[in-house]
């Protein structure tokens, strides 16, 4: 089969997923359906963008619709792939947080298309009432962002075969890769403390799987972050810590921590802080599979060694985002 069928493929089953239903010439209008089980169907491509959430915002850069964004989440500067990527979304209006969402700034921007969290539903329902088109997003695996991904593009217009198959290529690659090999016992550390780490039902657990690990903590069936004691992180005896995303410790500290002695991972030093100088990959963004793809380059570095993982990265953002990450973005 011809690869350009197997992207025609990829891309309708993505869109199955979603619920979308695009006119016959693949233009508008379309029909969607978004995570919270809402049609919603837009004439025309949409000129002007909010986004809500810093996984569609970076999504709706990868698909190359940064120009039509013309507000986005709070908190932008902490984002460094905006500056990075494209540093003008740093000068637009914000429409708050999930927390704290900004219903009437978000209205004030007149935009064709607003993309919101899933737990920002009240927020939508009363856009809806003003006239605003809202689709709410639920990106939180690597198959929700996939379906995120695919129901962006038929939204807008864009393109998502590209960004599809890079997840499918790298899923791929990597279990080709790691079948077979041995799988060390890896303990994530949360960033608000080393004594809160993710479950199996978090994407940082996936992370870990795919990359080549197995997480000391899939016992943990909770769906956000769990505290958990000293006594339980010396008994599941990790031989890897990683450290998530702009963690407020540092690997030092674990190292140093009396309480911590005796575990494998601070007996070897196989404790690595997951770099943060683009984005949080050990979050469902465009970029996730840099997450799985950096814990395998840690975990089996001799079949896939930290050269080749960051050549791997800048190909990405320079396909995606239009630059190329200097090395010392992509090593902590």
């Given at each position: 089969m011809k690869r350009r069928s197997l992207l025609a493929i990829?891309?309708?089953?993505?869109?199955?997923?979603?619920?979308?239903?695009?006119?016959?010439?693949?233009?508008?209008?379309?029909?969607?359906?978004?995570?919270?089980?809402?049609?919603?169907?837009?004439e025309a491509a949409p000129e002007r963008l909010v986004s809500g959430y810093y996984i569609t915002t970076s999504a709706l850069i990868a698909l190359g619709l940064e120009d039509e964004l013309v507000g986005i989440e709070a908190k932008a500067n902490s984002r460094p792939v905006y500056a990075l990527a494209a540093p003008e979304l740093l000068e637009l209006p914000n429409v708050g947080s999930a927390k704290e969402f900004d219903l009437e700034g978000c209205a004030a921007l007149e935009p064709d298309l607003a993309v919101l969290p899933l737990r920002l539903k009240d927020a939508a329902d009363t856009l809806s009432e003003l006239g605003v088109k809202v689709l709410l997003v639920n990106p939180e695996s690597l198959d929700l962002l996939k379906e995120t991904v695919?129901?962006?593009?038929?939204?807008?217009?864009?393109?998502?075969?590209?960004?599809l198959d890079f997840c499918a290529?790298?899923?791929?690659?990597?279990?080709?890769?790691?079948?077979?090999?041995?799988?060390?016992?890896?303990?994530?550390?949360?960033?608000?403390?080393?004594?809160?780490?993710?479950?199996?039902?978090?994407?940082?657990?996936?992370?870990?799987?795919?990359?080549?690990?197995?997480?000391?903590?899939a016992e943990l069936g909770d769906s956000y972050w769990t505290e958990i004691s000293y006594e339980q992180l010396l008994a599941w005896n990790?031989?890897?810590?990683?450290?998530?995303?702009?963690?407020?410790?540092?690997?030092?500290?674990?190292?140093?921590?009396?309480?911590?002695?005796?575990?494998?991972?601070?007996?070897?030093?196989r404790v690595y802080a997951l770099p943060d100088g683009v984005e949080a990959w050990d979050s469902p963004v465009p970029g996730a599979l840099l997450g799985s793809l950096w814990v395998a380059s840690r975990l089996?570095?001799?079949?896939y060694p930290s050269e080749q993982f960051a050549a791997d990265a800048r190909a990405f953002y320079s396909q995606f985002y239009g630059f190329e990450p200097d090395e010392a973005l992509l090593t902590k």
């Amino acid at each position: 089969m011809k690869r350009r069928s197997l992207l025609a493929i990829l891309l309708v089953v993505c869109l199955l997923a979603t619920g979308v239903a695009v006119a016959e010439d693949g233009g508008f209008p379309v029909t969607v359906t978004d995570a919270a089980g809402r049609e919603v169907t837009i004439e025309a491509a949409p000129e002007r963008l909010v986004s809500g959430y810093y996984i569609t915002t970076s999504a709706l850069i990868a698909l190359g619709l940064e120009d039509e964004l013309v507000g986005i989440e709070a908190k932008a500067n902490s984002r460094p792939v905006y500056a990075l990527a494209a540093p003008e979304l740093l000068e637009l209006p914000n429409v708050g947080s999930a927390k704290e969402f900004d219903l009437e700034g978000c209205a004030a921007l007149e935009p064709d298309l607003a993309v919101l969290p899933l737990r920002l539903k009240d927020a939508a329902d009363t856009l809806s009432e003003l006239g605003v088109k809202v689709l709410l997003v639920n990106p939180e695996s690597l198959d929700l962002l996939k379906e995120t991904v695919a129901l962006l593009g038929a939204a807008t217009g864009a393109d998502a075969s590209a960004l599809l198959d890079f997840c499918a290529q790298k899923e791929a690659f990597l279990g080709e890769l790691l079948a077979g090999e041995a799988r060390p016992r890896v303990y994530l550390a949360g960033n608000s403390s080393f004594l809160s780490t993710a479950g199996r039902a978090m994407y940082q657990s996936a992370m870990i799987e795919l990359g080549g690990g197995e997480n000391v903590a899939a016992e943990l069936g909770d769906s956000y972050w769990t505290e958990i004691s000293y006594e339980q992180l010396l008994a599941w005896n990790p031989e890897v810590i990683v450290i998530a995303s702009d963690a407020e410790y540092s690997r030092e500290d674990l190292l140093a921590d009396e309480q911590l002695q005796g575990v494998d991972a601070i007996e070897s030093g196989r404790v690595y802080a997951l770099p943060d100088g683009v984005e949080a990959w050990d979050s469902p963004v465009p970029g996730a599979l840099l997450g799985s793809l950096w814990v395998a380059s840690r975990l089996h570095g001799e079949l896939y060694p930290s050269e080749q993982f960051a050549a791997d990265a800048r190909a990405f953002y320079s396909q995606f985002y239009g630059f190329e990450p200097d090395e010392a973005l992509l090593t902590k």
